[in-house]
């Protein structure tokens, strides 16, 4: 359960599992096949460069975005990986158009729902900048003999589990059960996530914002004042913040997580409902967020985890990061 580095991941579930003494283990055998899914995505993420697995796929998903061959790797790889655990009645996925079915072929009756964006911040890959793994899951709620998009479509609140892994100079999976926030670094000698960040706290103020100042031109007036006032210089409030935006929504995050900030993505002219998905990348980060003593919000200042979703590939503005930013971010949002 644990090597000569420390507490493993599997180590860490079972801990976790023994704080609800009804629990069987089907929600920690769900967690553990996840993990090994991101354990493949990361080696082929890493030996990307030497292989065939750069560049695009030809093909596009169902927001219209050109895939790239490790966008379609990692979908692949979590779908069936997951698809024959038992575990789960059904999935949903950032590239795929509606709910993915269990097939006949494997066990049916699982007790939950899978939802994921298999690889954000595809468009970096070529240029080997931090992607990532964003998932999240729900109990089911319907009485579908296999699911319904009930099961899907749930706020934030009814979150079971969400995280997400990063793949940078090393590969790091975060995660959450609503019992705090913890962080694991693959040690690629054993191979094996060991705990290396254990009941992470979000600073409650930053000094980093994080937004694509690049779409400036389409912001309304209250974004442009609330970035003018991060960029303003005032010493009594530790002003101006520093400026740092990758274009990986999860390496973005994560850096503001263990630093402290706030990352932006306003709604545009271009953009009027906002770009991120809801289901695949607010509400996961969201819960996250909250779990680490940070919050999220949408442009109206509504909490990320009370949205009701609409729809699958439903989008949304966030604001989300440390405390004490994200209510900068509330007043600026309500017009103060």
């Not at 990361?42 to 998903?61: D, F, H, P, R, S």
């Not at 779990?291 to 439903?314: D, F, K, T």
């Not at 994200?326 to 309500?334: G, M, P, Q, W």
Request: aromatic share 10%.
């Amino acid at each position: 359960m644990s090597t000569r580095l420390g507490t493993t991941i599997t180590k860490k579930i079972m801990e976790e599992q023994r704080q609800f003494p009804g629990a069987k283990g089907d929600f920690s055998g769900m967690l553990y096949e996840l993990v090994v899914a991101l354990k493949v995505i990361a080696y082929e993420v890493n030996k990307a460069g030497l292989m065939n697995i750069l560049g695009q796929a030809g093909t596009t998903n169902v927001q219209g975005e050109i895939q790239q061959k490790l966008d379609v790797f990692a979908n692949t790889t979590i779908i069936h990986k997951m698809d024959h655990t038992g575990y789960l009645c059904g999935m949903a996925s950032e590239e795929v158009e509606g709910i993915i079915e269990i097939a006949d072929k494997h066990p049916q009756g699982g007790k939950y729902v899978l939802l994921f964006d298999p690889l954000d911040g595809s468009t970096n890959i070529d240029v080997n900048v931090s992607i990532g793994t964003i998932f999240s899951i729900y109990k089911k709620k319907s009485n579908n003999p296999k699911c319904a998009m009930e099961d899907f479509l749930q706020p934030g609140s009814n979150l079971l589990a969400a995280g997400y892994a990063v793949y940078g100079s090393s590969t790091m999976f975060v995660y959450s059960t609503g019992l705090g926030v913890h962080g694991f670094t693959l040690d690629p000698g054993v191979g094996e996530f060991i705990l290396s960040h254990p009941n992470i706290k979000s600073p409650p103020k930053g000094r980093i914002y994080s937004v694509n100042e690049g779409n400036r031109a389409y912001w309304d007036d209250r974004m442009k004042k609330m970035v003018g006032y991060f960029t303003d210089e005032d010493e009594a409030t530790g002003r101006p913040y520093s400026s740092r935006y990758i274009g990986s929504l999860v390496a973005d995050f994560h850096r503001n997580l263990m630093l402290g900030g706030i990352f932006m993505y306003p709604p545009d002219r271009k953009s009027p409902g906002g770009k991120l998905r809801l289901m695949y990348e607010a509400i996961p980060l969201a819960f996250i967020a909250e779990q680490a003593g940070g919050g999220a919000v949408n442009a109206n200042g509504e909490r990320i985890l009370e949205i009701q979703p609409e729809s699958l590939h439903q989008r949304t503005p966030l604001f989300i990061g440390s405390k004490e930013e994200v209510e900068i971010s509330k007043r600026f949002l309500a017009g103060g």
